[in-house]
């Protein structure tokens, strides 16, 4: 199996936008992952910290990276046959209540055995917040 | 007064082995949370949910989770986790570094996680490890 003949260095991966970032989506998010951490939680403990205020889960900006590389590859590119098989996430600033963030990025690299995609979410001011490394294969 | 703790020392601690059955409402709440659809199958930060290790040896190296900073997250994949698989996982120190700043004392601290899931009563193996990254002030 090869990639599609399309896809080379530097391909563009559509920025798509975010829902923004709601107190009730970290509250489930904190559920769901089982995170104890009271600083995505409560402003007081966030504050008491010398936090600005109460932040998002990195793991929640990973997760929406790992989803839009999810549905580049299965979903517009269609080669489900390829799995992602290492994903790499650096979390680089924190996010907010009320934030919007958007994931795009590029194909970093194609060959016959990988496809990488780098991927960014920023927000609404730009500002990248969390990069992200995929590394799709056919394991 | 500085606080003196060096994490150099535990280097090598472990915690776990731990298991966890995962059952399809886990699933589709992990995946409601993140707003992904639902494969059938693990997302792939779902392994995010096995991090008992982590938060134990936390706790075994006196660090207050309010001060602790996720850095970076790696997976490796090499299989998947699906509805009725038993996971077990372990979780080791690797890598303990420490920074002095104006504020007090950085340590950042590299955690290593493998998963072995058992299917039906099947041993399948590792299906996926994680490294986990965080900056902790003490």
């Known amino acids: 199996m090869v990639p599609p003949s399309h896809l080379k260095h530097g391909t563009l991966i559509k920025f798509e936008v975010r829902s923004p970032i709601t107190q009730l989506q970290l509250k489930a998010y904190a559920e769901a992952s089982g995170d104890p951490n009271p600083i995505h939680l409560d402003e007081g403990v966030a504050k008491s910290v010398g936090l600005p205020g109460v932040i998002a889960h990195g793991m929640l900006l990973a997760a929406f990276i790992a989803e839009r590389g999810e549905i580049y590859i299965r979903d517009e590119l269609k080669i489900s046959a390829w799995k992602l098989v290492r994903l790499q996430t650096r979390f680089k600033s924190m996010t907010f209540i009320g934030d919007e963030i958007a994931i795009g990025g590029i194909v970093k690299e194609v060959s016959e055995s990988d496809i990488v995609l780098d991927l960014q979410a920023k927000n609404q001011n730009g500002e990248i917040v969390t990069v992200g490394s995929l590394r799709y294969g056919l394991r | ?138």
């Open chain 2, 1 to 138: 007064m500085e606080n003196k703790a060096d994490f150099k020392g535990r280097v090598g601690e472990k915690a776990g082995p731990y298991e966890e059955r995962i059952s399809a409402d886990h699933l589709e709440k992990f995946c409601q949370a993140i707003g992904s659809v639902n494969r059938g199958e693990a997302s792939p930060t779902f392994l995010t949910t096995f991090r008992r290790g982590e938060f134990d040896l936390f706790g075994k190296l006196g660090l207050n989770l309010s001060k602790v900073l996720h850095a970076e997250q790696e997976y490796r994949y090499e299989g998947k986790i699906i509805t009725g698989d038993l996971v077990s996982y372990e979780t080791e120190l690797v890598q303990a570094l420490r920074k002095s700043g104006a504020s007090g004392a950085m340590h950042f601290l590299i955690f290593e996680t493998g998963f072995k899931v058992t299917r039906g009563g099947t041993d399948v193996g590792q299906v996926a490890s994680a490294r986990t990254t965080i900056i902790a002030r003490t």
